[in-house]
């Protein structure tokens, strides 16, 4: 009997389903009917079993969640929590929901981030630092445990889509790589779908963005129109729209995380020009206004006080006039880049709205996953000359209205970071003051919340957002996840504050430490100890810091309760409470694993951590990270590369590492071998073959030799004074050539690529990706 009789015979009843069944269904014991049909009765009379597997299914009511979180950004920079900078977005949302002005974060961001997707303290699943600064800790290894699931792989498990779009930064670097492992990607976490970057910071014109766990690239050039914030947006809108297509039944969870507004300041120029003038006054004049508008607004209390300029950072009245132009225009820049960031958001809401589901979901919208930045130093960051050290003002300021685009990695003065602080001190990695812990939160669910429009004032944390969401959804997070105990939830749901204003805090005890800066709050006192202000000049030694030797500074007393913006030490007046909270801090740290406090960071064990010298690369390989290529700066190299070039020549890039802010690149234009260093943006050097290709097979051999005594191993990338080198070219055994180089101590922040430059160009000889028109055998790089 073929498979057409007996379906036919199925439909007719003639066959009962037991004497036959499908490949899949067969030997399912699971599968089969509880019980044969009654004494007498014929099997097609009983209604048959379904087969088709269950997906989960959420709980009835459960609404759609949409988590969105943009980057540095200070307390007092949006027009929703007083600040100069226009976020009508975030006012409307803020006008259908709850703003809450006690909201922490952990002053940097992957720290930040993984506290809020895992709603546990974040040196307890491994995050003390960024990806990019793991150390060989508990704390700090940047590797998530398995026994700490996010936020999306408990909704997921309970019948929710999943995606995520934008800046990722808990993955351990060397695990960023086309071999994986791809577990601890974000498509291993619970996401459905990802799009986005993975590091700390992109530049938002040539992204360097992955699909799930596929490299690609910008649909356009920033000349059409490219910018990374409007590609996430388009991309999020797009997955919306197809899950209201195919899956209109289930829940959703969006995750949504600007790369915008941390360095570089990129923006297209429209937005730049709405702010044309608006800074002229000074940083000083903007964080009283905001300070006043703050208090207009009811957003910070009546009794709260205006911290003053620190020490280190100079009074606008005290700036020449050339600094005052430029250094008003970087906060043009970064105003209009907060606003298009705040556009595209709002975009995203309309597209919700528009399918009408914004009544059906509760956002979360965090303005800031830290304080706002003073990482660009007293005058802020934009050219260099070859050295990596600034021009002058009056040099910066003649290429100032080029800020903004893609070809600057622009950042503002510190004091720009401070003002947007407003009324709290401190900053970014500042984990002892306000400042750098303190950032807006937003929480709207339309006619599910008390008062919309209001401010609760109640002490939270980012951890508190998972067992919100958890509690708005119905949902008990397992206890065991394939075989793995679950550590428990650190945070506190925040639903309690939705109907009662004025309820006390329920998330009594927090500590926080970054980057050397370490602070405890408990019940309404606070105890903070600043190792190192961020505009400060600091280098980590190689070593670490023994934690002994943070106490560099007095520790400092606050009663919030009373002074809400830190405006009184009390640690004078009251050193037994002082000491009560010293010692509650070290409990706290050591049981989160956050010790030791600042310590060396290593390069991971693979490639060249591991001792590698040569890495051999075929034709295709791209993308590679600089945590996984060879890092060069300052060493003795050779790069070798086997090409065939076809009868009528060929052209392109043969190998590439960085980018227009660094980089080499090894390209043949015009028939002749090119070998280019760009040092900050600047030619350090270019040595050109004296002869043309030949058609067929050639072996090009490029040696690097720093001066002497420049070559240290690999760690000497961590100095970067300029260091000077020669460069010899042979083909073919023949040498073609010889150049000096004035600087080859450099620091790689884009990809290596073989056969093309993807991302932007390090040499000005050529448009990306200007892939290689013959064909590449193999590249070997060797530490000499």
Same mark, same amino acid.
């Given at each position: 009997?073929?498979?057409?009789?007996?379906?036919?015979?199925?439909?007719? $009843?003639?066959?009962?389903?037991?004497?036959?069944?499908?490949?899949?269904?067969?030997?399912?014991?699971?599968?089969?009917?509880?019980?044969?049909?009654?004494?007498?009765?014929?099997?097609?009379?009983?209604?048959?079993?379904?087969?088709?597997?269950?997906?989960?299914?959420?709980?009835?009511?459960?609404?759609?969640?949409? &988590?969105?979180?943009?980057?540095?950004?200070?307390?007092?920079?949006?027009?929703?929590?007083?600040?100069?900078?226009?976020?009508?977005?975030?006012?409307?949302?803020?006008?259908?929901?709850?703003?809450?002005?006690?909201?922490?974060?952990?002053?940097?961001?992957?720290?930040?981030?993984?506290?809020?997707?895992?709603?546990?303290?974040?040196?307890?699943?491994?995050?003390?630092?960024?990806?990019?600064?793991?150390?060989?800790?508990?704390?700090?290894?940047?590797?998530?445990?398995?026994?700490?699931?996010?936020?999306?792989?408990?909704?997921?498990?309970?019948?929710?889509?999943?995606?995520?779009?934008?800046?990722?930064?808990?993955?351990?670097?060397?695990?960023?790589?086309?071999?994986?492992?791809?577990?601890?990607?974000?498509?291993?976490?619970?996401?459905?779908?990802?799009?986005?970057?993975?590091?700390?910071?992109?530049?938002?014109?040539?992204?360097?963005?992955?699909?799930?766990?596929?490299?690609?690239?910008?649909?356009?050039?920033?000349?059409?129109?490219?910018?990374? +914030?409007?590609?996430?947006?388009?991309?999020?809108?797009?997955?919306?729209?197809?899950?209201?297509?195919?899956?209109?039944?289930?829940?959703?969870?969006?995750?949504?995380?600007?790369?915008?507004?941390?360095?570089?300041?990129?923006?297209?120029?429209?937005?730049?020009?709405? !702010?044309?003038?608006?800074?002229?006054?000074?940083?000083?004049?903007?964080?009283?206004?905001?300070?006043?508008? =703050?208090?207009? &607004?009811?957003?910070?209390?009546?009794?709260?006080?205006?911290?003053?300029?620190?020490?280190?950072?100079?009074?606008?009245?005290?700036?020449?006039?050339?600094?005052?132009?430029?250094?008003?225009?970087?906060?043009?820049?970064?105003?209009?880049?907060?606003?298009? +960031?705040?556009?595209? %958001?709002?975009?995203?809401?309309?597209?919700?709205?528009?399918?009408?589901?914004?009544?059906?979901?509760?956002?979360?919208?965090?303005?800031?996953?830290?304080?706002?930045?003073?990482?660009?130093?007293?005058? $802020?960051?934009?050219?260099?000359?070859?050295?990596?050290?600034?021009?002058?003002?009056?040099?910066?300021?003649?290429?100032?209205?080029?800020?903004?685009?893609?070809?600057?990695?622009?950042?503002?003065?510190?004091?720009?970071?401070?003002?947007?602080?407003?009324?709290?001190?401190?900053?970014? =990695?500042?984990?002892?003051?306000?400042?750098?812990?303190?950032?807006?939160?937003?929480?709207?669910?339309?006619?599910?919340?008390?008062?919309?429009?209001?401010?609760?004032?109640?002490?939270?944390?980012?951890?508190?957002?998972?067992?919100?969401?958890?509690?708005?959804?119905?949902?008990?997070?397992?206890?065991?996840?394939?075989?793995?105990?679950?550590?428990?939830?650190?945070?506190?749901?925040?639903?309690?504050?939705?109907?009662?204003?004025?309820?006390?805090?329920?998330?009594?005890?927090?500590?926080? +430490?970054?980057?050397?800066?370490?602070?405890?709050?408990?019940?309404?006192?606070?105890?903070?100890?600043?190792?190192?202000?961020?505009?400060?000049?600091?280098?980590?030694?190689?070593?670490?810091?023994?934690?002994?030797?943070?106490?560099?500074?007095?520790?400092?007393?606050?009663?919030?309760?009373?002074?809400?913006?830190?405006?009184?030490?009390?640690?004078?007046?009251?050193?037994?409470?002082?000491?009560?909270?010293?010692?509650?801090?070290?409990?706290?740290?050591?049981?989160?694993?956050?010790?030791?406090?600042?310590?060396?960071?290593?390069?991971?064990?693979?490639?060249?951590?591991?001792?590698?010298?040569?890495?051999?690369?075929?034709?295709?390989?791209?993308?590679?990270?600089?945590?996984?290529?060879?890092?060069? $700066?300052?060493?003795?190299?050779?790069?070798?590369?086997?090409?065939?070039?076809?009868?009528?020549?060929?052209?392109?890039?043969?190998?590439?590492?960085?980018?227009?802010?660094?980089?080499?690149?090894?390209?043949?234009?015009?028939?002749?071998?090119?070998?280019?260093?760009?040092?900050?943006?600047?030619?350090?050097?270019?040595?050109?073959? +004296?002869?043309?290709?030949?058609?067929?097979?050639?072996?090009?051999?490029?040696?690097?030799?720093?001066?002497?005594?420049?070559?240290?191993?690999?760690?000497?990338?961590?100095?970067?004074?300029?260091?000077?080198?020669?460069?010899?070219?042979?083909?073919?055994?023949?040498?073609?050539?010889?150049?000096?180089?004035?600087?080859?101590?450099?620091?790689?922040?884009?990809?290596?690529?073989?056969?093309?430059?993807?991302?932007?160009?390090?040499?000005?000889? !050529?448009?990306?990706?200007?892939?290689?028109?013959?064909?590449?055998?193999?590249?070997? %790089?060797?530490?000499?």
């Amino acid at each position: 009997m073929n498979f057409t009789q007996r379906v036919g015979l199925l439909l007719s $009843g003639t066959l009962a389903m037991s004497s036959w069944s499908p490949a899949w269904a067969q030997n399912n014991d699971a599968a089969k009917p509880n019980a044969s049909p009654a004494h007498g009765a014929s099997p097609h009379e009983e209604a048959p079993q379904s087969f088709w597997p269950k997906p989960p299914k959420a709980p009835a009511g459960a609404p759609n969640v949409v &988590l969105i979180l943009v980057d540095d950004v200070g307390f007092g920079a949006t027009s929703t929590f007083g600040g100069p900078i226009s976020t009508p977005n975030f006012d409307r949302l803020a006008a259908d929901g709850l703003r809450y002005n006690s909201f922490h974060v952990n002053s940097l961001c992957s720290p930040t981030r993984a506290a809020l997707l895992t709603g546990r303290n974040n040196h307890e699943v491994g995050f003390g630092s960024i990806a990019e600064w793991s150390s060989p800790y508990p704390g700090y290894n940047t590797v998530l445990p398995k026994s700490a699931d996010t936020i999306a792989e408990v909704l997921q498990e309970n019948g929710y889509s999943t995606a995520a779009f934008g800046k990722w930064h808990n993955t351990p670097t060397w695990q960023v790589s086309p071999a994986g492992p791809f577990d601890r990607w974000p498509t291993g976490l619970g996401f459905d779908y990802f799009y986005g970057f993975m590091q700390a910071a992109d530049n938002q014109y040539y992204t360097r963005i992955y699909e799930d766990t596929t490299p690609v690239e910008p649909y356009t050039t920033p000349e059409n129109g490219y910018h990374f +914030t409007i590609d996430i947006t388009n991309h999020a809108i797009k997955w919306l729209h197809e899950q209201d297509a195919v899956a209109a039944n289930k829940p959703f969870f969006l995750y949504f995380a600007t790369g915008a507004t941390h360095e570089p300041h990129q923006v297209p120029q429209k937005w730049v020009d709405l !702010y044309k003038g608006k800074f002229d006054k000074g940083w000083d004049a903007i964080r009283q206004e905001t300070f006043d508008r =703050q208090k207009a &607004l009811g957003i910070i209390p009546a009794n709260a006080e205006l911290t003053p300029r620190p020490a280190g950072l100079p009074a606008w009245d005290s700036l020449t006039p050339d600094q005052k132009k430029l250094l008003a225009h970087q906060m043009e820049v970064y105003a209009g880049y907060a606003a298009q +960031t705040d556009y595209e %958001i709002g975009r995203l809401l309309d597209a919700i709205k528009a399918e009408g589901q914004a009544d059906n979901t509760v956002v979360f919208e965090i303005f800031g996953d830290n304080g706002a930045s003073a990482e660009g130093g007293l005058d $802020g960051t934009d050219a260099h000359d070859l050295d990596g050290r600034p021009l002058t003002i009056a040099a910066r300021l003649n290429v100032a209205d080029l800020l903004g685009s893609e070809l600057y990695m622009n950042h503002y003065a510190a004091a720009w970071a401070w003002a947007l602080s407003s009324p709290f001190q401190g900053t970014k =990695q500042d984990a002892s003051h306000l400042g750098g812990t303190t950032d807006p939160l937003v929480i709207s669910w339309p006619g599910h919340l008390k008062d919309p429009q209001d401010v609760r004032p109640q002490f939270s944390h980012v951890i508190d957002i998972a067992p919100t969401i958890y509690d708005i959804a119905g949902i008990t997070p397992q206890a065991e996840v394939n075989g793995v105990r679950q550590m428990p939830l650190e945070g506190t749901s925040l639903t309690y504050t939705f109907d009662h204003p004025d309820a006390p805090t329920r998330h009594r005890i927090q500590y926080f +430490t970054t980057s050397g800066n370490r602070a405890i709050y408990d019940d309404g006192w606070w105890a903070g100890d600043l190792f190192h202000s961020t505009w400060e000049s600091y280098r980590l030694p190689a070593g670490g810091v023994p934690d002994k030797d943070i106490d560099t500074h007095p520790w400092e007393l606050y009663n919030l309760n009373d002074d809400y913006s830190q405006a009184h030490d009390l640690a004078a007046k009251d050193p037994a409470k002082l000491k009560e909270l010293e010692q509650l801090f070290d409990r706290e740290a050591a049981r989160n694993h956050a010790y030791p406090l600042l310590p060396p960071r290593e390069l991971p064990p693979f490639g060249q951590g591991a001792g590698q010298k040569v890495f051999t690369y075929r034709s295709g390989v791209d993308r590679l990270q600089p945590v996984l290529s060879p890092q060069l $700066g300052g060493l003795a190299y050779a790069i070798s590369a086997d090409v065939d070039v076809p009868i009528d020549g060929a052209k392109g890039v043969i190998v590439a590492e960085g980018g227009r802010y660094g980089g080499l690149s090894l390209f043949v234009k015009g028939g002749h071998v090119y070998y280019e260093i760009n040092a900050y943006g600047n030619r350090s050097g270019q040595l050109v073959s +004296t002869d043309v290709l030949k058609p067929g097979q050639n072996h090009i051999v490029l040696t690097l030799t720093p001066r002497s005594g420049a070559n240290q191993g690999p760690d000497s990338h961590a100095s970067r004074h300029p260091i000077s080198g020669a460069g010899q070219l042979t083909i073919n055994g023949q040498a073609e050539g010889e150049a000096q180089f004035a600087n080859v101590n450099l620091r790689f922040n884009e990809t290596l690529d073989i056969g093309s430059d993807l991302g932007s160009a390090v040499s000005p000889e !050529y448009a990306t990706p200007d892939r290689f028109t013959g064909t590449i055998d193999k590249v070997v %790089i060797a530490l000499q």
